[in-house]
């Protein structure tokens, strides 16, 4: 089945700092989704995301299909940033409705 | 406000008893899912279903049903739970077009213990 392999696992900033998390899969997808889980748990839809680049604030994503891979951007890093970011796939072949995640990436901002 | 609501919260119970989750939502999403959260392994698709009586198995079906009567709801079945299904449970729905699912909207999670 399809991989997905999310970069770095851990990662700790500095309030105020700028990172790039990445998200790799193994192939084609029709949906490239992200999301945060705060430290309370929940799950917030950040980006739909198959293809371009779309912002929100501080945040951006990238997904090069193509390439197989999507960055997600956070810029000047808030301790409200905390928390695990994941980026979940649903492939382009097979069985619709089937979404896969990555393991995430746990991010700690630092005041 | 739109949402999915899952009930309960929080649920301990004993292995072989029988017991349902529940989730809801109220934007008239066609897509809903179920996923399990176990620690170093991530989000667990369980099971999905793309409208009113069709459903399939997601990654980790073993040991679970669903069942898709109502567009806005879908409930998690454990028919005889067991320790290994002790997690932490989401609901999710989104808007679906042919060939393509939007953004995902998560319920609250349901925290379950099976002694």
């Known amino acids: 089945g399809i991989q997905v392999e999310q970069s770095p696992p851990d990662l700790i900033l500095q309030e105020g700092a700028n990172s790039t998390l990445r998200c790799n899969f193994s192939?084609?997808?029709?949906?490239l989704q992200w999301f945060h889980q705060n430290p309370w748990g929940q799950l917030i839809n950040l980006f739909y995301i198959p293809s371009g680049t779309k912002q929100n604030g501080r945040l951006s994503a990238t997904t090069v299909a193509t390439e197989r891979y999507s960055l997600l951007y956070i810029s000047s890093s808030q301790t409200t940033d905390s928390g695990v970011y994941f980026c979940?796939?649903?492939?382009?072949?097979?069985?619709?409705?089937?979404?896969?995640f990555g393991k995430g990436t746990k991010l700690s901002v630092k005041p | 406000e739109a949402q999915v609501t899952q009930n309960p919260r929080y649920l301990i119970t004993v292995t072989g008893k029988k017991l349902t989750v529940t989730c809801s939502q109220n934007m008239n999403h066609e897509y809903m899912s179920w996923y399990r959260q176990d620690p170093g392994l991530g989000l667990r698709q369980i099971y999905y279903?793309?409208?009113?009586?069709?459903?399939d198995k997601g990654d980790v079906p073993e040991g679970y049903k669903v069942s898709r009567k109502e567009k806005r709801n879908f409930p998690l079945i454990l028919e005889s739970p067991s320790p290994n299904q002790t997690s932490l449970y989401f609901c999710a729905s989104s808007m679906i077009t042919p060939g393509r699912i939007y953004a995902q909207y998560f319920g609250p999670g349901t925290r379950l213990t099976v002694t």
């Open positions: 279903s793309m409208n009113v009586e069709v459903t």
């Open positions: 192939d084609s997808v029709n949906n």
């Open positions: 979940a796939v649903e492939r382009s072949r097979g069985s619709q409705g089937n979404l896969i």
